[in-house]
């Protein structure tokens, strides 16, 4: 059964500081790996999707890295600002088919301070 | 806009009271899913639908059932069955190979 843990469960940064939130996961025969951010009381918003044969993906100040072999995803965030303050959640996905499920870790609350 | 929508936001049951939450999606997307999430956990699936008429259940499926009489829509039913029902739940659904896109989630209360 495949659990997905991350790392810290929370986290608190002054605004600009540069920081990395952790993801592994146990069985590496995963199809893509997901980085959601979720704000209080809201629903998840879907951040980078890193495909099995991919090594990173880049949207802005975000950059998250898959090492599937080791099973881990890191999400690095640059140059943190007070907007970037929510939970975020790794999530990875078995299958190609649109039922395939995903298995969630249980997040990192992240907070920046101004 | 295309999207997901959930309702209600809050909903509030009295004991031995069944209860159905709405998910509509109008993204023509084949796959639905509704989560469970608890304080400080991460999402949970009770059940999931692949097609029109065909659902399978997730790792906490006992105390919900589930429909999915069209595309567009895949109601849940919290059963009085179910003994520990306050949570938040979310809704989602997926195109083949795609992202999971998710709704703004209902906030389940008892009485």
């Known amino acids: 059964k495949q659990e997905v843990t991350q790392i810290p469960a929370a986290l608190s940064v002054p605004e600009g500081e540069n920081l990395v939130l952790n993801c592994s996961f146990t069985?590496?025969?995963?199809?893509?790996l997901q980085w959601f951010r979720q704000d209080p009381g809201k629903g998840l918003t879907s951040l980078l999707l890193i495909q099995s044969s991919q090594r990173e993906q880049t949207s802005g100040r975000l950059n998250a890295s898959l090492d599937k072999s080791s099973g881990r995803s890191t999400l690095y965030i640059a140059a943190s600002q007070p907007g970037d303050s929510a939970t975020y959640l790794c999530a990875v996905r078995r299958g190609e088919t649109s039922g395939s499920r995903l298995t969630f870790g249980e997040g990192t609350q992240l907070t920046v301070n101004p | 806009d295309g999207g997901i929508t959930q309702s209600p936001k809050y909903l509030f049951r009295k004991e031995g009271q069944n209860v159905t939450l709405s998910c509509e999606q109008n993204l023509n997307h084949d796959a639905m899913y509704w989560y469970r999430q608890d304080p400080g956990q991460g999402l949970r699936l009770i059940y999931y639908s692949q097609i029109v008429n065909d659902f399978q259940k997730g790792d906490i499926a006992e105390g919900y059932s589930v429909s999915r009489e069209k595309k567009e829509s895949f109601p849940l039913t919290v059963t009085s069955a179910q003994k520990n029902p306050t949570a938040f739940y979310l809704c989602?659904?997926?195109?083949?190979?795609?992202?999971?896109?998710f709704g703004p989630g209902t906030r389940l209360l008892v009485l």
């Open positions: 069985d590496s025969a995963i199809y893509n």
């Open positions: 989602a659904s997926s195109g083949r190979g795609e992202t999971q896109y």
